[in-house]
C-alpha cells in the first residue's frame, strides 16, 4: 500500500490541485494572482450592496486583481487594486499595477493583513486611496476617493 507519509503527500497534493483548479476555474481572462477566492467574493458582495456602485466588473492586469467601478451620481469611474500582500509597505507600492493612478484605490485585502501607515499620505499625495474594504466603502461616496479619511485617521488627526 506504500508509505503512509507517500499517501499523505500525495492526499495533499491532490487536495492542493483540486483548490488551485477550482479557484482558477472562477478567474476571467486568465488571471491568476495568488488573493483567496474568498476576498474576491467578498469584495464583489460589497460593490454589489453599495449604494454608489453602478457596475463592477474586473479588468486583465497583469496577473493581479484588479476591477472597475462605474460610480452613480455622475461620480467618477474608480480601478481599485484588489492586493494579495499581507504585509503592504512600499516596494509593494511602488510595484503596483500600471493601471493604478491619480483617482484610483488600492485595497488591502486579505484577512488580517497590515501596512505601513506612512503609505497612506504617499498614496494620497498621489491621488490614489489605500486602505482596508470599510475605507473603501466610505470613499467610494466621496468624488475624490482618495482624499477620504477613515474614522480611525479622523481620531488620529485630533
Known sequence: MGN??????????????CHTWETEAHL?????AML???AVKFFLERMDGH????????????????FEIERK???PR??????????????????RPKLIGRGD???IAGF????????????????IGIGGIAKLMGALNWEKVWLYRSPEERGKIH
Open 73 to 75: 451620481d455622475n461620480l
Open 112 to 127: 488580517n493583513t497590515r501596512f505601513d501607515s506612512s503609505l497612506v499620505e504617499i498614496a494620497r499625495e498621489d491621488g
Open 4 to 17: 503512509p507519509v507517500s499517501r499523505i503527500f500525495l492526499l495533499l497534493h491532490f487536495a492542493i490541485e
Open 78 to 95: 474608480v480601478t481599485v487594486h484588489l492586493s494579495d500582500a499581507y504585509d503592504y509597505g512600499h516596494w509593494e507600492y511602488a510595484s
Open 28 to 32: 476571467q481572462d486568465g488571471i491568476h
Open 105 to 107: 484605490f488600492i485595497l
Open 51 to 66: 449604494d454608489r456602485v453602478e457596475q463592477c466588473r474586473q479588468v486583465k492586469a497583469e496577473g493581479e486583481y484588479v
Open 36 to 38: 483567496h477566492i474568498s
